[in-house]
């Protein structure tokens, strides 16, 4: 059974920092994608970032600059260091899985991936 456990969400005010982790079991890690993806009240989930088996990395414009994804195989772990937090980061964050190898606007859809976390709330006040 496939199981991602996303922590370290809270609240920090506009300019801080946080680092989202996510535990994966019951896969062969280092064999998927692993992406992050957001959402906020009323809104659709969108894409933050990818990271390939091979360590490739995406990032939505939005965070690229402020975000980035790294993934530790040893530990079957994906993280976001997220900083210079904006208040519309404000969402709850997902942590996925994709087995495939994934080209053009397909890293960023969210029906390319198998698994789902549960998520994390991130709140960032202004």
């Known amino acids: 059974q496939v199981q991602l456990v996303e922590s370290g969400g809270g609240l920090v005010q506009a300019g801080g920092s946080l680092r989202l982790s996510c535990a994966a079991s019951?896969?062969?890690?280092?064999?998927?994608?692993m992406g992050w993806f957001r959402q906020a009240p009323g809104k659709e989930r969108e894409f933050v970032a990818r990271?390939?088996?091979?360590?490739?990395?995406f990032y939505a414009d939005s965070v690229k600059g402020r975000f980035i994804i790294s993934r530790d195989n040893a530990k079957n772990t994906v993280h976001l260091q997220m900083g210079t937090l904006e208040p519309e980061d404000t969402a709850a964050y997902y942590c996925?899985?994709?087995?495939?190898?994934?080209?053009?606007?397909?890293?960023?859809?969210?029906?390319?991936?198998?698994?789902w976390g549960q998520g994390t709330q991130v709140t960032v006040s202004s």
């Open positions: 996925a899985a994709d087995s495939r190898a994934r080209y053009s606007s397909l890293r960023y859809s969210a029906s390319s991936y198998d698994y």
């Open positions: 990271i390939t088996s091979g360590h490739g990395t």
């Open positions: 019951g896969l062969t890690f280092s064999n998927y994608n």
